[in-house]
C-alpha cells in the first residue's frame, strides 16, 4: 500500500515536471520572441535614426542637369543671432510669403559660430543670420560657409558685402552706452560722455557688459578698443574698465535690458538694441562717446553643406530684399544697408554718429588671440 | 572553470531573465558607459596620440582653476544649508503637532517638480538689484548677484532633495524608543540629542551627498544669479559655446566628476549601510509626543518663513508672465505670452513627446531592472545595480557633453535627432525610475514569486501574471517621476537642441539670461502649468494608489 502510495506520488510528480517542461518552453519560445521583435524595433529605431540623420550630407537638391530649380520646399532650418521674437517674426513672414517650414535656434553670434565649426561635419542650419560679420568672416576663413551670388545683392552697395560672395551685410550698427539716467540721478553721477569716463572710479559695479567668448557686440566693443588705443594701451584701457564692470552677459543685447530694468547705471551695447528699450518706455539714454565708436555690418551667410541649401538661397534672396529689410528695420531699429528701407521713429541714421575707422577683418583675425588674452584679464 | 560553466548554466536556465539582462546591459553600456569613455578619451587626447597636455593646459588657466574651487566652495556651503533646512523641514512635519503640514509638504513639491532655475529666475525679480521686494517695497537696491545670492538660491532649490530623504529616515525611528527615553527622565531636548539626532545622522549623511551632486551639477542658477562667480558647469559650457572647445570642455567635466563620484561610491556603499531603518520590527502603534510649545512654534516660524518665500516665487512668475515691464510698470498684458508662442508652442509640444517617451521608457526600464537585480540571484547583478543608480550622480551637462562627443561619428550618429535628446533623458531618469521599481518591489512579497513557481510558472509568467499586475503603483510612480524630470531639465539637453528640436527649459534660460524676465515667466507659467496639471490628473485618476514623493 505504502509503495503503492508512493508510485502514485511519482507518476504525479514526474506529471507536474512535465507539465512544467512545457510550460517552461512555451515560454521560453514566448520570450524568445519577444526579444527578437524588441530587437528588431531596436535595430530598426536606431538604423532609422542613423539613416535620416545622414540624410543632410547626401546631396539630394542639387541636381545640376535641371535647367529650372525645383521651388525650394522646407524645412529650412536658421541660425540667428537677433531678439528671439524678431527672428519669430521674421521667419513666420518668410513662411508666409514662401510656404516654406521655417524653424530657428537663437544664439549669441560667437555661440554660432563655434557652433557651425563644431557641426562642421555634418551641418544641422542652413543660414547663419545676423550678428557682426566679423563671426561670419571668420567662418568664411575656416571654410564653413557657401560660396552664394544672391540676385538680390546688386541693389544693396557692395562694401556691406563679402567680396566673394561668401556673406551678404543687412544692418549696420555702432556701440553706445545705455544710460539710465533715474539710477544716475539717485546715484549723483554724471553721464559719461567718452570711453575714458568710464574709467572713473565712481562707476565701479555700475557698469555691465557682455562677454566675447559668447557675444558679437563684445567682440565688436573689445576689438574696437585695441584698434582706437593700439594693442598694449588697448589692453591697458580693458583692464582699467574690468574693475568698473560689474559683471559680462552672455548676450550682447542684455547689458541694455539691465540697465533698462534700473538694474545697473551704465551698459555697453549696439545703439540699436539701446535704442529699443527706450522706445520700450524705459528712462534711459543712448550716448554715443566722444572718441568714435565701433561698427557693425550685420551678416547673413549661408552654411556649407547645410541640410536645404536651395530653401536657405530663397531666403538669403529675400532676406536682401527690400520688403523684408523694412519689416527688420521695423521691429529692429537696426538700419539698413538697403538706401530704399525707411528709418522707423526712434532709429538713429549712422551719418549722426562719430564712427571710427573700424577694421571687422583684423577683429576677425585676431579674436582668438584677443580671447586668450581676456581670460587672464578676468582671472586677475 | 566550474564557475564559469555554472555562470553560463545559470543564464541559460531563465532565458527571460537573460535576454532582459541583455537588453539593459546593452543599453546602458551604449548609452551611458560609451559617453562617459568619450568625454575621458576626448580629454587625454593630445596632437599627438594620448596626452594630458589639455590637463596641464587646465592647470595653467587660472580662471577655470578658480571655477573649480569655486564649485566645490558653493557645493559645501549650500548643502550645509539646504541639508539643515530640510532636516527641519522633515522634523517638524513628521514629528511636531503642529497646524498646516500639509500645506508645507505641497509646497516642498512644488519646489521639486518646478525647473530648477526657478528660483534664480524669481530672487532676480524679486530680491534684485531693482526686485519687487528690495526695490519696490523696502527701497533699498540689495546686491543679489554673486557667491551669496547663489547660496541661497541653491538652499531653496535643493532643500526639498534632503526633505524627501529626511522625511523617510525621521518617520522609520520609531517612536517607542522616544518614549523609553522618556520614561527613563530625559527631557525633550535630551532626546533629540541623545536618540532622535544620532539615528538621523546616516540619514542627513546621504541626504547631504544627494545635494552636494545635484549643487555641483545645476546650470541654471549659477548662469543667472552668479554675476561673476564662475563655477566649472558654467565654464565648461562656455568652453563649448563660446570656444568651442570640446577638449577643454571634457577635462572641466572629469576634474568635476571625481569628487562627485566620490561622494556617489560613499553615499552607495558606506554611508546607505549605516542607516538604521532595517533594524525597525512591525511599526508601532505609539503616537509621536507633543513636543514643547517653544520647539512647536519656532518651527512652525522656520516653516512658515521658508514657505512665504517660495510661494512669493511662484506669484512672482505668475505676475511676471502678465505683467507690462517688470520693475516699471505692472498694468496686465498677454504681451509677453503672444511673444512666446511662436517658438514656445512646437518646444512644449517636443518636450511632451520627449517627456511622454522617455517616462514610459524609465518606467518600464526600472521595474525590469529593480526586478532583476533584487529578486533574481544572477551573477554581477551588483554591476547593474550600480550602473543603473550612477547616471543619478553624473551631472546632467557633463552627460550632454559626453552625447555630442560619442553619437557626433559613426557608428551611431545621432545628433540633431529627437533620439539623442529622448535617449539621454532615458539614461539620465533611469536611476528614478529604478528607485520607484525597488520600492514597488520590497513591498511585494516574495513569497507570491515563490508560490508561482511553484505552480510551475517560468519567469516570464510570473512577470506577467504576477509581478506586472502588482507593481503597477510603481510603474506609475517611476512614469510621473521621469516625465516631470525630462518635462524640466535643462543642463543636458541644452547642448542637444537644434531649430527642429527645441525645448523650453532653454529658451527660458535664455530668455531670463537676455533679461526678457516678462517672456521667461510666461514660458515657465505656461511649463509649470503642464507639470502640475499631470500631478493633479494622476492624483485624481489613480488616487492614493501611486504614492508620489512619498509624503
Not at chain 1, 555691465?208 to 557686440?217: E, F, K, Y
Not at chain 2, 569613455?37 to 599627438?48: D, I, K, Q, T, Y
Not at chain 2, 530648477?116 to 532676480?124: I, K, Y
Not at chain 2, 518651527?299 to 505668475?318: K, N, R, T
Request: charged content about 15%; some cysteine; proline content about 5%.
Amino acid at each position: 500500500m505504502e509503495s503503492l502510495i508512493s508510485v502514485g506520488d511519482a507518476i504525479h510528480r514526474s506529471e507536474d515536471t512535465n507539465v512544467k517542461i512545457l510550460r517552461e518552453a512555451k515560454a521560453v519560445a514566448k520570450t524568445t520572441s519577444i526579444l527578437i521583435v524588441v530587437a528588431i524595433v531596436v535595430v530598426a529605431a536606431l538604423g532609422g535614426a542613423a539613416y535620416y540623420s545622414s540624410i543632410p550630407t547626401a546631396p539630394t537638391v542639387t541636381t545640376p542637369t535641371v535647367t529650372k530649380p525645383p521651388k525650394p520646399t522646407g524645412p529650412l532650418m536658421v541660425y540667428s543671432a537677433l531678439h528671439e521674437f524678431e527672428i519669430g517674426r521674421i521667419c513666420s513672414a518668410f513662411a508666409e510669403e514662401t510656404g516654406i517650414e521655417t524653424k530657428f535656434l537663437r544664439a549669441s553670434a560667437g555661440e554660432l559660430s563655434a557652433r557651425v565649426e563644431a557641426e562642421s561635419k555634418k551641418p544641422i542650419g542652413d543660414v547663419v543670420l545676423g550678428g557682426p560679420c566679423l563671426n561670419h568672416e571668420n567662418m568664411k576663413t575656416k571654410g564653413l560657409l557657401l560660396q552664394y551670388k544672391s540676385p538680390t545683392a546688386t541693389e544693396i552697395d557692395a562694401k556691406f558685402h563679402d567680396k566673394d560672395n561668401y556673406w551678404y551685410g543687412f544692418y549696420l550698427g555702432a556701440i553706445g552706452f545705455c544710460v539710465n539716467t533715474g539710477r544716475l540721478t539717485t546715484l549723483k553721477f554724471a553721464e559719461p560722455k567718452s570711453w575714458k569716463d568710464l574709467l572713473n572710479q565712481t562707476y565701479k559695479g555700475e557698469i555691465v557688459s557682455s562677454n566675447p567668448a559668447t557675444s558679437g557686440t563684445a567682440q565688436t566693443i573689445f576689438a574696437t578698443m585695441l584698434q582706437l588705443y593700439g594693442w598694449d594701451a588697448g589692453w591697458e584701457y580693458l583692464k582699467a574698465l574690468h574693475k568698473n564692470v560689474h559683471h559680462y552677459e552672455r548676450a550682447g543685447a542684455a547689458p541694455a535690458q539691465r540697465v533698462g530694468a534700473g538694474e545697473f547705471a551704465i551698459g555697453l551695447a549696439f545703439g540699436h538694441d539701446i535704442q529699443k528699450i527706450i522706445v520700450g518706455g524705459y528712462p534711459v539714454k543712448l550716448i554715443f562717446p566722444e572718441e568714435g565708436t565701433g561698427s557693425e555690418i550685420g551678416g547673413l551667410a549661408i552654411i556649407k553643406d547645410g541640410p536645404n541649401p536651395a530653401a536657405a538661397k530663397a531666403f538669403v534672396d529675400w532676406m536682401l530684399g527690400k520688403k523684408a529689410g523694412q519689416l527688420h528695420t521695423d521691429i529692429s531699429l537696426r538700419v539698413s544697408t538697403r538706401k530704399d528701407v525707411a528709418l522707423p521713429l526712434g532709429a538713429v541714421p549712422l551719418e549722426k554718429i562719430k564712427l571710427m575707422n573700424y577694421d571687422y577683418k583684423w577683429a576677425a583675425d585676431n579674436m582668438s588671440r584677443i580671447l586668450k588674452e581676456w581670460e587672464k584679464v578676468v582671472a586677475g | 572553470m566550474s564557475v564559469v560553466i555554472k555562470t553560463v548554466r545559470a543564464y541559460l536556465k531563465d532565458p527571460t531573465t537573460t535576454g532582459l539582462y541583455l537588453i539593459l546591459f546593452l543599453f546602458m553600456l551604449v548609452f551611458f558607459l560609451w559617453p562617459l569613455l568619450a568625454m575621458v578619451l576626448a580629454s587625454a587626447e593630445g596632437p599627438s596620440g594620448p596626452s594630458l597636455s589639455y590637463y596641464t593646459d587646465f592647470l595653467a588657466r587660472k580662471l577655470l582653476v578658480n571655477s573649480f574651487w569655486n564649485s566645490l566652495m558653493m557645493a559645501t556651503i549650500s548643502t550645509a544649508s539646504a541639508t539643515a533646512v530640510g532636516f527641519l523641514f522633515a522634523y517638524a512635519t513628521t514629528r511636531v503637532d503642529m497646524p498646516g503640514k500639509r500645506f508645507f509638504r505641497g509646497v516642498v513639491i512644488l519646489q521639486l517638480i518646478s525647473l530648477p532655475f526657478t528660483v534664480g529666475l524669481s530672487f532676480v525679480m524679486l530680491f534684485g538689484r531693482r526686485g519687487l521686494i528690495t526695490y519696490g517695497l523696502l527701497g533699498r537696491p540689495f546686491e543679489i548677484y554673486g557667491w551669496h545670492g547663489l547660496w541661497v538660491v541653491q538652499t531653496l532649490t535643493f532643500f526639498p532633495l534632503a526633505y524627501l530623504v529626511m522625511v523617510g529616515v525621521l518617520k522609520s525611528i520609531d517612536p517607542a524608543l522616544e518614549y523609553a527615553a522618556r520614561n527613563l527622565g530625559a527631557g525633550s531636548a535630551h532626546v533629540f540629542r541623545d536618540v532622535v539626532l544620532p539615528l538621523s545622522i546616516p540619514g542627513v549623511a546621504s541626504a547631504a551627498l544627494l545635494v552636494a551632486m545635484n549643487v555641483l551639477g545645476d546650470f541654471g542658477n549659477p548662469a543667472l544669479i552668479a554675476g561673476d562667480f564662475s563655477v566649472i558647469a558654467t565654464e565648461a559650457y562656455m568652453q563649448i559655446v563660446g570656444w568651442g572647445d570640446f577638449r577643454m570642455a571634457a577635462v572641466l567635466c572629469n576634474i568635476l566628476f571625481l569628487p562627485v563620484f566620490v561622494l556617489f561610491f560613499a553615499q552607495k556603499y558606506w554611508v546607505s549601510r549605516k542607516l538604521y531603518v532595517t533594524v525597525t520590527g512591525a511599526p508601532t502603534q505609539l503616537e509621536i509626543k507633543k513636543s514643547g510649545k517653544l520647539v512647536k512654534w519656532t518651527l512652525f516660524g522656520f516653516c512658515s518663513a521658508i514657505s512665504l518665500v517660495i510661494v512669493l516665487i511662484y506669484a512672482s512668475i505668475g505676475l511676471g508672465a502678465f505683467a507690462k515691464t517688470w520693475g516699471v510698470d505692472y498694468s496686465f498684458t498677454p504681451q509677453h505670452l503672444q511673444d512666446v508662442t511662436f517658438q514656445g508652442i512646437p518646444a512644449v509640444r517636443n518636450a511632451l513627446i520627449f517627456s511622454l517617451c522617455s517616462g514610459f521608457a524609465c518606467a518600464i526600464l526600472g521595474v525590469l531592472d529593480a526586478y532583476i537585480v533584487f529578486r533574481k540571484r544572477m551573477p554581477g547583478r551588483q554591476i547593474l545595480d550600480f550602473i543603473s543608480t550612477l547616471p543619478a550622480a553624473v551631472p546632467g551637462f557633463l552627460l550632454g557633453i559626453g552625447y555630442i562627443l560619442s553619437f557626433n561619428t559613426p557608428p551611431l550618429v545621432l545628433t540633431a535627432t529627437a533620439y539623442i535628446i529622448i535617449l539621454n533623458n532615458i539614461v539620465r531618469d533611469l536611476p528614478t525610475g529604478y528607485q520607484a521599481g525597488i520600492a514597488g518591489i520590497q513591498q511585494v512579497d516574495v513569497s507570491i514569486e515563490e508560490a508561482s513557481t511553484n505552480l510551475g510558472a517560468g519567469t516570464f509568467q510570473t512577470l506577467r501574471n504576477i509581478v506586472v499586475p502588482l507593481l503597477k503603483s510603481a510603474f506609475g510612480a517611476g512614469f510621473i517621476y521621469a516625465f516631470i524630470k525630462c518635462m524640466t531639465t535643462v543642463s543636458a539637453v541644452i547642448f542637444l537642441i537644434t531649430p527642429e528640436w527645441n525645448l523650453p527649459s532653454p529658451i527660458i534660460l535664455g530668455l531670463a539670461g537676455h533679461g526678457y524676465w516678462g517672456q521667461a515667466a510666461a514660458l515657465s507659467a505656461i511649463l509649470l502649468t503642464i507639470v502640475v496639471g499631470t500631478l493633479v490628473i494622476c492624483r485624481l485618476v489613480a488616487g492614493r494608489r501611486i504614492q508620489l514623493f512619498e509624503v
